[in-house]
Nanobody, 125 residues
Framework: QVQLQESGPGLVKPSQTLSLTCTVSGGSITTNYYYWSWIRQPPGKGLEWMGAIAYSGSTYYSPSLKSRTSISRDTSKNQFTLQLSSVTPEDTAVYYC?????????????????WGQGTQVTVSS
C-alpha cells in the first residue's frame, strides 16, 4: 500500500517561498511509470494541478505557475518537494501530493490512485 504524507509550514508570509515535502512509503518514486504531482485547492474553489516530477526525474509545470514553481526529489529519502516563490494570499490553499500512472492524461483527478491527506497552507502577514 502506497502512502503519501505532506509536510511543511502551515503559515507563510507574503513574498516568501513556500516549501512542502511529500514523503512516500510503500513504493519508490523512481518506479516505472508514475508521475508524482502537487495539486492544491484554494478555499471555495476546485482542485488545481501545479506540477509533477516523473519516475525519471523529468519535471512538468502548470503554465500559470511555471515561473514560480520548482519540484525536485531526494531519491535517498523517497521524497519530492514543492517550492512556490513570491507567494501571495491567493496561494492560500490545501496542498496535496498525489500519484498518477503515466498512461493517464491527468485530465481527471479520479485518475490519481494515491493521495496524501493534504496540508493547509495560509499566506498571511
Amino acid at each position: 500500500q502506497v502512502q503519501l504524507q505532506e509536510s511543511g509550514p502551515g503559515l507563510v508570509k507574503p513574498s516568501q517561498t513556500l516549501s512542502l515535502t511529500c514523503t512516500v512509503s510503500g513504493g519508490s518514486i523512481t518506479t516505472n511509470y508514475y508521475y508524482w504531482s502537487w495539486i492544491r485547492q484554494p478555499p471555495g474553489k476546485g482542485l488545481e494541478w501545479m506540477g509533477a516530477i516523473a519516475y525519471s526525474g523529468s519535471t512538468y509545470y502548470s503554465p500559470s505557475l511555471k515561473s514560480r514553481t520548482s519540484i525536485s526529489r531526494d531519491t535517498s529519502k523517497n521524497q519530492f518537494t514543492l517550492q512556490l516563490s513570491s507567494v501571495t494570499p491567493e496561494d492560500t490553499a490545501v496542498y496535496y501530493c498525489a500519484r498518477i500512472p503515466t498512461y493517464y492524461s491527468g485530465i481527471y483527478y479520479s485518475e490519481y490512485d494515491y493521495w496524501g491527506q493534504g496540508t493547509q497552507v495560509t499566506v498571511s502577514s
